[in-house]
């Protein structure tokens, strides 16, 4: 099977500071990704280097495209690039507000990626993102409504609907459930998976928290310094880690 | 008149803004940015238009000006005299008469020709501004034609009032390639830009930018399937000439509130009374 996404090499410096290094791995269709480690450690410098918002100084970023199959992303022209990223990817921002237009009503802000695709049915667009507001739990007589107006799950639930209007193949997300109350992460990592297994979603999940990944990710990626340190299925790293860090990362979630 | 080089601007500055605007004319619907000079009137006067007027006008051309359809607002009246006084060129009020025409929110209804300028006062060029703030950002869209964005625009408009209600600045897409803002026409008007004869040029001052659409060039305002673009107006005739097909403003006649529609266009007006059309409110 050819993997949707085959990440070879990637390297990132900040100046002399390492942000990442020599990161690679294969993600194939229908599979979720976690990338855990301390703060600083370089994951979501290796998630912008993914998704084509950072240039890495090095490293191919190999997606699996519907028209051409695989193509090295980090070289594609950019207006291509930019199509990927309105088409089947998906970005979801650890703060809803960089995810979504603040000015624009929930309708328009998940309707933004059909128009951008060339939708120009004014009913068809309301229609789905009323039925993609009920799939993520808004109310859909929200659909006028500011993001402005809404609570820090809701933005998040619908910086998510917004993403996925378009039948995204790979979503990448930073930190989803990060500054959210707990109660209102369980619901959103609930809406998530279920998102996830009815779409056959691919997804790579930057994250500090290690409950997050026993819930969503099939396999895991722990980094340390810009490196990865250990890779794996997910139940096997995190029941049986064999890098002394992942065994200290391990241990100090099981000590809360 | 001898205080001033020809139409105020020196030479150089006037080369400077006709490379921008032949460039702007190569691309059609592409802002071009251009150093905008102090003009010895505030921005809000069309600062813009005034310097591409001062870059088109010749000594043999005859010159209007007009403001929201009228020739006789102080607006208009200070910037005839201003090229009067600084480039000796003669003026009128009629459309047809006129080699170059000044503008400001309306096209003349009497349709244009090949011998004629048009040039447009434009406060904000930028169409994509409302929702992008981010000027690398716009010009990237620009440059990539991604304009999803124009329509999130007009999809807010018939969320909130049930259609399009954008009455001015209705944003258009040029040669099926820029997408841009006509300056605060009425949407009425937008129609007119498309396939016109005349030369289309558009000024913008205190943003630095002109852009163009040459003869003959295809304008189509953007809307969509189920709401189709109308260039509509006030269902009325001109009280004065009875005119059927021009744009009309309402006017208050008298403290007991009674109201009537004139076209905005005076001069179309008065070439039509003096033709012998009348409208019931005329004396
Ligand atoms: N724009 C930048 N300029 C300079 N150094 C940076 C920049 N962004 C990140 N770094 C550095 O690169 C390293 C990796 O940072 P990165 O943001 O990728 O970590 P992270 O794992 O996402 O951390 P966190 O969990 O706090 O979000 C850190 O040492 C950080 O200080
Ligand atoms: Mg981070
Ligand atoms: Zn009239």
Known sequence: ?256 | MTDYNFAYLDEQTKRMIRRAILKGLAIPGYQVPFASREMPMPYGWGTGGVQVSAAVLTPDDTFKVIDQGADDTTNAVSIRSFFERTAGVETTTATTEASVIQTRHRIPEEPLTEDQILVYQVPIPEPLRFLEPRESETRKMHSLEEYGLMHVKLYEDISRHGHIATSYAYPVKVEGRYVMDPSPIPKFDNPKLSDMAAIQLFGAGREQRIYALPPYTQVVSLDFEDHPFEASKADHLCGLCDATDSYLDEVIMDDQGGRMFVCSDTDYCEARRAAGHKGKDAA
């Open chain 1, 1 to 256: 099977m050819t993997p949707l996404l085959s990440v070879q090499g990637i390297t990132k410096h900040y100046g002399a500071h390492i942000g990442c290094a020599d990161v690679s791995f294969d993600l194939y269709p229908g599979e979720v990704m976690g990338i855990v480690g301390e703060s600083g450690s370089g994951k979501s410098t290796l998630l912008n280097c993914m998704a084509g918002h950072l240039v890495p100084d090095a490293g191919q970023v190999v997606f699996d495209t519907r028209a051409d199959g695989p193509k090295d992303t980090v070289t594609m022209s950019e207006p291509e690039r930019r199509m990927l990223g309105r088409t089947d990817w998906a970005f979801v921002h650890q703060h809803a507000r960089d995810g979504l237009r603040m000015g624009v009503s929930a309708g328009g802000n998940v309707g933004e990626r059909l128009m951008a695709v060339g939708e120009r049915h004014y009913g068809d667009i309301r229609g789905k993102a009323t039925d993609w507001l009920e799939r993520v739990e808004i109310d859909a007589a929200r659909v006028d409504d500011r993001p402005t107006t809404f609570s820090g799950g809701m933005q998040q639930r619908l910086q998510i609907a917004r993403n996925l209007v378009t039948g995204p193949r790979l979503v990448f997300m930073d930190e989803p459930t990060g500054g959210l109350d707990v109660s209102v992460q369980a619901r959103l990592l609930d809406l998530l998976r279920g998102l996830v297994r009815d779409m056959g979603l691919s997804a790579i999940i930057v994250t500090h928290d290690l409950a997050v990944v026993r819930l969503l990710a099939d396999r895991l990626m722990v980094m340390k310094s810009g490196r990865v340190v250990e890779a794996g299925l997910t139940d096997q790293v995190l029941d049986d880690p064999q890098h002394a860090y992942s065994q200290l990362l391990v241990s100090s979630v099981l000590q809360v």
